[in-house]
């Protein structure tokens, strides 16, 4: 896909209710259904696997916000149907460099969230080089 994307963050943690702002951003042109961590947390991988069954034709990202197990929970959200996973900019270089190795075999992008950190641009070149997919 080229040009700008839309991204519909669903940033709460009922499905139910997830799936019915989903098709209300899908019909209002949403390309990405964004499973947000409460959501997750609430409701585990399976919140994944049913946005991925509702919007098969759009991209799902599942927003672990990764810390310190890249490659166990690139594996999960891969294998619940996520397109891209988040991990956080602030973790480990180690923790990164496996998520984005994991993204390689299960055949995800790998979204790195710079929230918190201190510089940027600097920690965007860094990423960059690490193989980070989406900044």
Request: net charge negative; charged share 25%.
């Amino acid at each position: 896909m080229s040009g700008p994307i839309l991204q519909a963050a669903l940033d709460l943690t009922e499905l139910k209710r997830a799936v019915q702002i989903g098709k209300e951003a899908v019909s209002g042109g949403a390309d990405w259904i964004e499973v947000g961590t409460p959501l997750i947390k609430s409701e585990g991988m399976n919140a994944v696997r049913t946005l991925k069954s509702e919007f098969p034709d759009n991209t799902i990202v599942a927003d672990m916000k990764i810390a310190d197990t890249g490659t166990l929970e690139v594996e999960m959200a891969a294998k619940a149907g996520a397109d891209v996973v988040c991990v956080l900019a602030s973790s480990d270089n180690s923790v990164i460099e496996e998520a984005v190795r994991a993204g390689s075999l299960y055949g995800v992008k790998i979204a790195v969230d710079l929230l918190n950190v201190s510089n940027p641009l600097e920690r965007s070149l860094e990423l960059e080089k690490m193989g980070a997919d989406i900044l």
